[in-house]
């Protein structure tokens, strides 16, 4: 078995990132007893792969002209982004307690004026931060900047319009430094994406609008890494092209109960599922649960930082 | 008598709908991923040749919603309150507004109280953004009875409608069997020292803040005005002659809603003192409703200061 | 050279009303000093083989149930539109003259409140009128209907997102019952689509949409009609598939000095140019052109009809 | 002095982004396929490299702007009135003005003189539309000059702009060298028997409005609000305590824009009587600009006429 990726990443490390991500967002939402552990689990591999390598980032020169930008456009799931933020030593690990409460930098969907430095763009309606991508990809290219600019929407999501303009767009404006991920659980709110509304053949369709497209495992740190770090493919004209990466996931991963099952979308689970959930998870190795704070430390459930 | 005890006013939506589909043949109901959160679930089951799911598709949805009116039906077309009128609002504006078309849209999550999910999901704005529409009738039932009666009575009237339906259990006020005129606005409380204008979830408080205020001896004129437009004219303007001064409150932004319904109607027949309650132009935040309604000066503890405030401003506000 | 359609209809005849559509869209335009002639002359054929036989309505029975239902998404053509409508019989031919003006049921965007039983859904702002199509369809299926709907857009319009989402509707939904018509012409205001914002390849993009998709030549009338007329395709399961037909048109077919040239989308030709293009168009055999009434019987330029 | 004779507003503001094309290199221009009609295919020519055109897509075009002001630029997105504060309407609330982000919203065919098009292209809605979203500033130049001035001055000013051009030509009344300070209103005559507030080519209109009156000894003060939000709160209430009655007038619906901002105000500061000019709540038509402003009751006459209604609730109205 492979312990190291692509670029030389401890595999194995992120694997157990993905773990921490995991326990970290059913703390989270069991704690605050509210928001969406599905999809958040499924993206665990994601979010470990993105901030335990992949993006160029540093916490200690958050204003780098050349760094990578990531778009969380499907918001509802940022329960796993905060945890990933955190774990890469973007945010102090005890701030997860806030998840969700009154004043907490961590609303329970991404919100651009609580943490300028960390979230391009506030996202939580389903279709917007694609859009946003582009712009931030446009103006890097403008600028000459090295960074690169990855976007994670949701399947369902991509039942939105707005997501189909954005493809035109970036396919027009030839947007080699963009990367569009796809969380592809086949599941949404109200049941299987393919009986909602049908997304398949998802990779002819972005071929069909002159992207590229590579399919991968959302599951294998490895596929993944790979999948994310290639670099863009060039057209006929020589010039680069947008990659959209369809990553397949499965809702609730990790957690027996929950896996495959629409409803788990958007409920809290009961304490002692939480436990449960927490138990089939295991343990992350060189990872340690975010302490939590009382919440008389926290000043009747508000957050502790402004 | 339908609800007595405190239930979502979505539920006497869902509750409705479900009668509807039996009574109603024309009566067709569309969703965007969102059938248990708006209560459509139940009209779902029974009913599934005329349940449409549209996915997670707003502006579309609401077209569809148009050319299934154009074509002899009675949508109800359903998803939180921002989706349906910022998202979808060129569809509504064009396809249901301008073309008279019988598309009754029902939202749930207007206002404030969404708990966790954040300003993105809390519409502050749809009352504003669809009373601009011209020919659009609003009507933000103020608990599940109300709601229950609303919707029956939206099906039969004919034109486009809005109908803004809260997300968390909130106490009955209104009585189940009694009838629901659209634009005739319910006086609850009896009083001349000046009136409260509420709708939806903030009749309520209304009338908490009107107990509070009787205890001072101030009597307050408590008005659901669930109808927002066409606003009850009369209503209004008799509460400003017999009170001279009003108070509204709204779980929604002062700008463009009741209370802005009200100051151009009272400064175009009787300009009196108006303090409107409301979300003061500023978007919402993650939170639990309570917290929220506290944070953003919602409750009727707020509301008795604006009262205070605008009898002051009559030179009657010593003993409050 | 055939002279007789896939259903017998006198090809020859088409073609005169195409040609009378073209004089009365320049007529119309010049005579209110307005509206857009580009999309409307490279449109003739299509809305001649509609009208001219193709769609099963009836002036005299307005309200039939099993009628077919034409829903024009691409609303600023209309010129053609009511031109078709009144050599068919649906209007007044004399109406046309009231084009544009005050208090006249013929805007310069359909107006469904003005004329309710010709004008399925208001169209203006593009991307809107093919979701009201798909929703008539569905009421059609819902009510047992032999009516089919046809709904016409324009290229640069399926740049639009709502496009796409109702793609995906009329997909998942098996609207054998509806037919999307491109009038692809290559051209939008800004110039090409191409170097707007491309759709090509468009079939291979229907097709990866679940739909079934013809191409025809916009300006030959029995490649327009065979493709009006195909029955739906069915799926693997037995379900019907939405069409959709790419009638490749050239903006401003017919009048020379217009034709290819985006500038012709909404510009009014001078009456010197509105001439020469008359006798470009020619005389249509068994038609003629409306009477034009004088401003004094339209009392300054208002409508005669309310 | 810029312009000189009658000129579309667009007019000023294409030559202004000229100007700031040369002077800031963070100036970046979109588009949704109507580069000509709004006036940015100068910009289009001089800076290709930084002129974005983005087809037919007005909400992805308003997102991207959003991109582009996260990362660093000043993005003026372009399109018509409707496209933008209605089709694209999620995304101004959500990715402009809820993040705060640098994007300046310019378009034309706000309003009814749109000519031919008709209602759906005539956006009466568009003000009420931006207003109610928290952060928004709201421009609406009344000449060529100001819509001139008033660009330069958005691209410095930090935040999400809305500014609202006219499409045809419309005189000139003000001076293109003089100051022009966002949420500053202008007197431009001076007068205490009522005050007209105007915004936009509805300015004309006042002054002409003014003249006759003046003619019958009535003296109006003349205030163009070229800033609807924030609006300048010291000029309405002063002109609300020193002329006793208001009467304002624009080239939108009555329902909350500039109307609806000055009767929140003033029920809030210093109740008198309004009468709010504008197009009565109801869709527009094709037709000629003047005869459509004559059909809604945006001309000199019909403002004299609720000037005199107006005066006559004051019991002053016998002389108009
Ligand atoms: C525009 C919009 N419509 C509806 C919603 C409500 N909503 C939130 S998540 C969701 C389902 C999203 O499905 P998917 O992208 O597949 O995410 P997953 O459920 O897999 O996490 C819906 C409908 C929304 N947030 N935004
Ligand atoms: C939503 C929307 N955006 C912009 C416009 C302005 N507009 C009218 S027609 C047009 C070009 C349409 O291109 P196409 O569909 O190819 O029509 P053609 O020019 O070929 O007639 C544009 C941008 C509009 N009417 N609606
Ligand atoms: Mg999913
Ligand atoms: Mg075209």
């Known amino acids: 078995m492979q312990t190291t990726g692509t670029q030389g990443i401890d595999i194995d490390h992120i694997k157990d990132m993905a773990t921490q991500i995991r326990r970290d967002v059913i703390r989270m939402i069991v704690g605050v007893g509210s928001g969406h552990p599905g999809g958040a689990l499924g993206a665990a591999e994601i979010f470990a792969v993105l901030y335990g390598g992949v993006l160029r980032v540093n916490p200690l020169n958050l204003k780098d002209p050349h760094r990578d930008r990531f778009v969380l456009s499907n918001g509802h799931i940022c329960a796993a982004f905060y945890s990933a933020l955190s774990l890469a030593g973007f945010l102090p690990r005890e701030e997860l307690n806030t998840f969700r409460r009154l004043d907490s930098r961590l609303q329970g969907h991404p919100a651009r004026v609580k943490l300028p430095d960390l979230v391009e763009t506030s996202s939580g309606p389903l279709g917007q931060g694609f859009s946003v991508a582009n712009g931030i990809a446009l103006a890097l290219k403008l600028d000459g900047s090295r960074g690169r600019v990855l976007c994670l929407v949701g399947d369902g999501e991509m039942q939105e319009g707005q997501v189909w303009e954005a493809i035109m767009t970036a396919a027009q404006h030839k947007l080699g430094n963009l990367t569009l991920i796809i969380s592809y659980n086949g599941l949404q709110i109200d049941g299987e994406v393919r009986k909602v509304k049908d997304l398949m053949p998802l990779k002819a369709k972005f071929e069909s609008f002159g992207w590229e497209c590579a399919e991968a495992d959302g599951h294998d740190v490895v596929s993944l890494q790979r999948a994310f770090m290639a670099s863009p493919m060039v057209d006929p004209t020589g010039q680069e092209k947008p990659r959209a990466v369809i990553a397949y996931t499965v809702m609730g991963k990790g957690v027996p109960f929950m896996e495959n099952k629409a409803m788990w979308h958007g409920s809290c689970p009961t304490p002692t599922q939480a436990e449960e959930a927490l138990l089939a998870i295991g343990k992350a190795k060189g990872f340690e649960d975010y302490p939590v704070l009382s919440n008389r430390t926290m000043s009747k459930k508000k957050g502790g930082r402004k | ?320």
């Not at chain 2, 707020?302 to 409050?320: I, T």
Request: aromatic letters at 6%; hydrophobic letters at 45%.
């Open chain 2, 1 to 320: 008598m339908i609800f007595e005890k405190p239930t979502p006013i979505r539920d006497g939506f869902g509750k409705a709908l479900l009668e509807l589909g039996e009574k109603n043949p024309r009566v067709v109901v569309l969703t965007a991923d969102l059938s248990e959160a708006i209560r459509v679930h139940w009209f779902a089951e029974k009913y599934p040749k005329r349940f449409f799911q549209m996915g997670i598709a707003e502006s579309d949805m609401m077209g569809t919603a148009a050319g299934l009116a154009v074509a002899g039906k009675i949508p109800f077309v359903t998803t939180f309150a921002a989706f349906a009128t910022s998202l979808a609002h060129t569809p509504v504006r064009v396809s249901v507004a301008y073309n008279q078309a019988n598309v009754k849209i029902a939202t749930s999550h207007g206002g404030v109280c969404v708990g966790g999910d954040g300003a993105t999901h809390q519409s502050i704005e749809d009352i504003a953004l669809m009373r601009v529409l011209p020919g659009m009738t609003i009507v933000v039932p103020c608990d599940a009875n109300e709601a229950y009666k609303a919707t029956l009575v939206a099906a039969e009237y004919p034109g486009p409608l809005y109908l803004r339906l809260g997300r968390v259990a909130t106490p009955i006020f209104t009585n189940g069997n009694t009838s629901f005129q659209i634009g005739k606005a319910q006086v609850l409380e009896q009083g001349t020292d000046l009136a409260i204008i509420a709708c939806g979830a903030m009749v309520g408080v209304a009338l908490e803040a009107s107990n509070r205020l009787r205890q001072k001896g101030i009597h307050a004129r408590v008005i659901n005005m669930h109808t927002i437009k066409p606003i009850d004219q009369l209503a209004v303007v008799k509460a400003a002659r017999e009170c001279g001064a009003i108070v509204t409150i709204e779980e929604h932004s002062i700008i463009g809603g009741l209370g802005s319904a009200v100051t151009e109607l009272v400064s175009e027949k009787c300009p009196v003192p108006v303090e409107r309650v409301g979300v003061r132009d500023v978007f919402g935040e993650s939170g639990e409703p309570d917290e929220i309604l506290s944070k953003y000066g919602l409750t009727a503890q707020n509301l008795v200061g604006a009262c205070r405030r605008v009898l002051n401003r009559l030179g009657r506000g010593r003993d409050v």
